[in-house]
């Protein structure tokens, strides 16, 4: 995948997220693991995600998880420049920041649908 395809399809996830108000605490929450584990490798997009993870623990008013983003958040630039990022990780406080994971299927099936969604045809170019 491009980075132009994983910007593309991170940009949809935050708008599913944007305008999911109405879904289960946890059906928003894995938009944004989803966005996390598309926009890791990307460190624009990986801070990002977890901005977003903040802002979403904050409006639950949940300590543990504001806590957890406020260190994922400072983690984020070490992580990019020791190159230790572990993949698949969801970037919840649920699980530890260092773990490597398994993609759960919840969340390869939004990433792959954001892929699909955001596609262009044969041809077409990205808008510069």
Avoid: K
Wanted: glycine share 6%.
């Amino acid at each position: 995948m491009t980075d132009a395809q994983r910007r593309a399809a991170f940009t949809h996830l935050l708008h599913s997220f944007r305008s999911s108000q109405d879904q289960a605490p946890a059906q928003r929450w894995l938009l944004l693991e989803a966005s996390h584990v598309l926009g890791q490798q990307l460190l624009g997009l990986h801070w990002r995600s977890h901005c977003w993870m903040l802002r979403h623990a904050l409006q639950m008013r949940d300590g543990r998880e504001v806590a957890g983003q406020l260190l994922r958040l400072a983690l984020v630039p070490a992580g990019h420049l020791l190159d230790r990022l572990p993949r698949g990780n969801t970037g919840r406080t649920t699980v530890p920041a260092t773990l490597p994971m398994d993609m759960p299927p919840a969340i390869s099936a939004l990433i792959a649908e954001a892929l699909r969604t955001t596609r262009r045809p044969p041809g077409q170019r990205a808008r510069t």
